[in-house]
């Protein structure tokens, strides 16, 4: 099936087909139109198929260069005015160049399978057209905007007016798992705050929980009583914010990695006995449900040796692991009892943001861990029917989590208590509905393992080449043509590809709803401020009455003895 057929008024001729381009995927062609020239912009050329269909072939521009111009010598002297010249020679001016531009092939869109690239190159002398703003609202999007399971973040970026919509399938976006990749300041944050206000909207109602180390989404409290989120049949998001002192762990919920992570460097021996400990519970009758005095016990029992005549005693590390394991009873964030379950955390309808910024770093990965693994195993459970509705893991929807500094949950070259648990939930969580975003400022940081499987890449301004070149290999789906672009996007531009869109776009991310809580903060204004209260506490002080002195103080005509 072929592109919406055009009326032939409304087809915009911008240039001829030259010939083929230096690739099997590309064709040049010759204009002097130099309006539409923009790298990424989207033209196409028709052919016919075998059963007589004209296909509009859609391309995005990715490059181009002059082949005919003025002289060199007619801009050199500023005096001289280049149109009067360019008159006397036969040109046009003010358009007298001629530029070859090269077209990456995208394909046909079919509305069932996607972009179809039928292999054929253009023929020479084929006429090149502009796409149109309709049609390239109907193919670039997979969802309109508004409709169940879509998210409309912004705009194409190279039309005027927002005049092509850029709305995504959340379905994909959700379920294959996305990353938001930006250097400090083009505005990641904000997008990941414009994709959750989708989320939360009638028409797709998710439940959300969002890794917050610092305090940034707060804000997203203004999706309460906010008309735009309110839907027909009365729903309204609910907001949870968690600070770090609702934030409870229970002990049970942490595995042998997970407390080694929390306690101070250990030998080999004391390893080998924790670990020892740890399967003697397992065994008991408190696998399950066990605390920080359990696992003592559990440590004593493991650390019995024998004499030199064969009889048994306590071995010299107990005790030093018993003090290790008391410091952690110390930590507020884990519990006995106390605990964040599934049904805490997640509803459709609602987005939970753990704030996590007063917490240490070690403490914020072993919370992670704990949670990813908890949401991974209640999601798999359910879906497997190996719990019931009356028990506190039961989750029987799917559910998002977006991870907030995400290269510090999964480093690229360090050890981490999270990335193992990241890298089994992207590799499996798809089947059972636990999806993940990822969000850095610095993806040459982040697990290459763990970047190559997000299927949905949200990539913004970056200018430090070892993250750049950490994209090449990582997001391919955007094309090396637009990644080159990445050092001129301004604030708010973002390259969106993968499987949420038909094809690799560049957008204007649209104004958010709610206020945005991780704006930079103005130093020069707080230092002017901090000046005049300092200054203005000083001069009070001067005119403050001495004592025994009985001149009145005045400030401003009043008094103030």
Excluded at 283 to 293: A, F, L, Q, T
Excluded at 301 to 317: A, C, R, T, Y
Excluded at 450 to 456: A, E, I, K, P, R
Aim: with cysteine; aromatic share 6%.
């Amino acid at each position: 099936m072929a592109l919406t057929r055009l009326p032939k008024d409304t087809m915009h001729i911008i240039g001829t087909v030259k010939g083929p381009g230096e690739s099997g995927n590309q064709y040049v062609f010759i204009t002097a139109q130099t309006d539409h020239i923009k790298i990424g912009e989207f033209v196409y050329y028709r052919v016919e198929n075998a059963e007589g269909e004209t296909l509009n072939i859609l391309g995005k521009i990715s490059g181009c260069h002059l082949v005919d111009h003025l002289p060199d010598r007619i801009f050199a002297d500023s005096e001289i005015d280049p149109s009067t010249i360019a008159a006397l020679i036969g040109f046009k001016y003010p358009s007298p160049e001629i530029y070859e531009v090269a077209v990456e092939v995208i394909g046909y869109f079919h509305p069932s399978l996607g972009f179809m690239n039928p292999r054929r190159p253009p023929e020479p002398g084929a006429k090149v057209f502009l796409a149109d703003d309709v049609s390239l609202t109907g193919i670039l999007n997979k969802k309109p905007v508004g409709a169940v399971g879509s998210a409309h973040v912004g705009h194409l970026l190279l039309r005027e007016g927002k005049a092509v919509p850029i709305s995504l399938d959340v379905k994909e976006l959700v379920s294959t798992h996305m990353a938001i990749l930006a250097g400090t300041g083009s505005g990641k944050s904000y997008t990941a705050g414009v994709l959750v206000e989708e989320l939360m909207r009638p028409h797709n109602r998710a439940a959300v929980m969002i890794f917050d180390p610092h305090g940034e989404y707060g804000t997203l409290e203004g999706l309460r009583n906010n008309p735009a989120f309110r839907g027909e049949d009365g729903y309204e998001p609910q907001v949870k914010i968690l600070h770090p002192q609702d934030i409870r762990i229970r002990y049970s919920s942490l595995d042998y990695g997970d407390v080694m992570a929390l306690l101070p460097e250990m030998s080999e021996r004391q390893q080998s006995i924790l670990n020892k400990a740890f399967n003697l519970m397992r065994k008991s009758k408190k696998g399950d449900r066990w605390d920080i005095n359990d696992l003592r016990h559990a440590v004593f029992q493991s650390d019995i040796v024998q004499d030199d005549n064969g009889n048994e005693k306590q071995g010299s590390s107990a005790d030093a692991l018993d003090w290790k394991l008391s410091k952690l009873e110390l930590s507020e964030y884990f519990h006995a009892f106390e605990h964040l379950g599934p049904r805490d955390l997640f509803e459709p309808g609602q987005v939970t943001v753990l704030q996590m910024n007063e917490i240490s770093q070690d403490e914020q990965q072993v919370i992670c861990a704990a949670l990813l693994r908890q949401t991974n195993q209640a999601r798999m459970n359910t879906v497997k029917e190996k719990l019931t509705p009356d028990d506190e893991n039961y989750l029987p929807y799917p559910v998002f989590v977006l991870l907030e500094e995400a290269h510090r949950f999964a480093p690229a070259h360090e050890p981490s208590r999270c990335k193992a648990v990241i890298r089994t939930i992207l590799s499996e969580g798809r089947k059972f509905g636990l999806g993940v975003g990822l969000i850095t400022q610095r993806p040459g940081k982040l697990d290459s393992d763990v970047l190559s499987q997000c299927m949905s890449q949200f990539v913004m301004r970056i200018v430090n080449p070892v993250d750049q070149e950490s994209l090449k290999y990582g997001v391919e789906a955007a094309g090396r043509d637009l990644l080159k672009e990445l050092p001129a996007l301004t604030k708010g531009q973002v390259i969106i590809s993968g499987l949420c869109v038909n094809t690799p776009v560049l957008c204007q991310v649209r104004q958010r709803l709610t206020d945005h809580g991780g704006e930079t903060l103005n130093a020069p204004a707080l230092w002017q401020e901090h000046f005049l209260i300092h200054r203005q506490r000083e001069r009070v002080a001067a005119q403050a009455p001495l004592v025994g002195q009985r001149r009145p103080t005045t400030i401003r005509g009043v008094s103030i003895d």
